[in-house]
């Protein structure tokens, strides 16, 4: 073999050897940016999470992130996988697994499961792995002008907002994602129109059915400039549908996102503002809370609400009227549930933007696969190697 070509294959042979590129099918996927990782602390935050006993998971979608926030160790652990472009977070606690979804060309709809330890691998002695890692299960592939979104479990089907479909798309067990619900204003002489966005429908509040559940879009019509055109006029035009009606119940937000049930009500971020509105029924929206950013992503944790915020993309200033750009963090606030005052906050100075935030129980999980300040390559590879979960006995046990 010439020495060229022996470099040749050399090469080829150090390819894709990096599990953190494997998983994402991105080379560089491994290559991490230590300052995305940083954060400033202000308030009981750490102690929060620890006394909820749950695991933060929070998707960061411009920086390729998904992010793991715990304290199950007894300190602050911060771990990570990279995956393109990652939006939606949903997590089944019946099956005990975790949905992403990553919406690049085509979009991908990770299952992400908790490893309970290592197969009794011979050639590993007696390694083992510490903690409920979360690991890659499988993954689904779908149109990019699916445009995948929010995901939620709606009774016991996962769910996600299919923003290119003007949809709410269900994903059945080992069956194809269906059309499942979609609002009565994309609805003509011609029948639904699925084939452009027209509404930007990005958020799920769950209830048990699609019925008792509740969607947000930046408009309810199909006239004029789209969301996502420079041109679109924002201000006050969002919606919330209801699932039962198809039609909306709550006007006058601005580019929302995020709605979830928070104590009994229907909270919203309403983004263009930087601010969490309640819902009522039978009336407008009422500010809890506003926050230095755009806010999305929203979780409730017992007596708080757990709320992201994100930088403004320069080129998209126009679609946050109520915002000072050069003042937004990305970063994640516990907000009291009673008074709208904020107790404690995690700032990433580096960071961008949050699109989803799931809280978990430490119990089931407690990590991401990789270190978020100390890549340990050698047990990573172990642990890719030979992970295992409850539902892959050993044995036919």
């Known amino acids: 073999m010439s020495d060229e070509n022996d470099a040749s294959f050399l090469a080829s042979h150090q390819a ?4 953190a ?14 300052s995305l990782l940083e954060a400033d602390v202000t308030g009981p935050w750490w102690q929060i999470l620890a006394e ?7 998707s960061r979608e411009y920086e390729h992130l998904v992010l793991a926030l715990s304290m199950a160790s007894g300190s602050p652990d911060v771990s990570y996988l ?4 990652p939006s939606g977070l949903a997590f089944d606690p019946a099956r005990g697994e975790v949905h992403v979804a990553s919406t690049r060309n085509p979009n991908v709809l990770y299952t992400l499961r908790p490893a309970d330890g290592l197969l009794p691998r011979r050639d590993l002695g007696s390694k083992g792995t510490a903690g409920r890692v979360l690991m890659p299960s499988s993954a689904r592939f779908l149109p990019g002008s699916t445009y995948l979104h929010d995901l939620a479990m709606i009774g016991s089907h996962l769910h996600g907002c ?3 479909d003007n949809a709410i798309v ?7 994602s269906q059309r499942v619900w979609w609002p009565s204003c994309i609805e003509g002489a011609a029948g639904a129109d699925f084939g452009l966005n027209h509404l930007q429908l990005n958020g799920i509040a769950a209830g048990a059915s699609l019925a008792e559940s509740y969607f947000t879009a930046s408009k309810d019509d199909l006239v004029g400039a789209r969301p996502g055109q420079i041109d679109f006029a924002v201000e006050g035009r969002g919606v919330v549908f209801s699932g039962a009606s198809r039609l909306p119940v709550v006007r006058g937000l601005t580019r929302p996102h995020s709605p979830r049930f928070v104590g009994g009500a229907l909270w919203v971020a309403n983004s263009g503002y930087g601010s969490i509105v309640s819902c009522a029924k039978d009336g407008g929206p009422e500010v809890v809370a506003r926050l230095p950013g755009w806010t999305r992503g929203l979780c409730a944790l017992g007596n708080l609400a757990i709320v992201g915020t994100s930088r403004i993309i320069p080129r998209f200033r126009t679609y946050a009227p109520g915002l000072e750009p050069d003042k937004c963090v990305c970063g994640l606030h516990a907000v009291d549930v009673e008074t709208g005052r904020v107790i404690a906050s995690l700032i990433w100075p580096a960071g961008n933007q949050i699109f989803a935030i799931e809280a978990v129980p430490s119990g089931i999980i407690d990590r991401l696969p990789f270190d978020g300040i100390d890549r340990q390559p050698d047990a990573e590879q172990t642990l890719f190697y030979a992970w295992r979960t409850a539902s892959r006995n050993v044995g036919g046990n």
């Open 170 to 176: 269900a994903f059945p067990a080992g069956d194809d």
């Open 21 to 34: 590129g494997v998983v994402a099918q991105w080379q560089d996927a491994g290559a991490v940016d230590s």
């Open 162 to 164: 299919a923003v290119g």
């Open 82 to 85: 990279r995956l393109p472009h």
């Open 52 to 58: 909820a006993g749950v695991t933060l998971l929070v």
């Open 16 to 19: 894709w050897r990096d599990p």
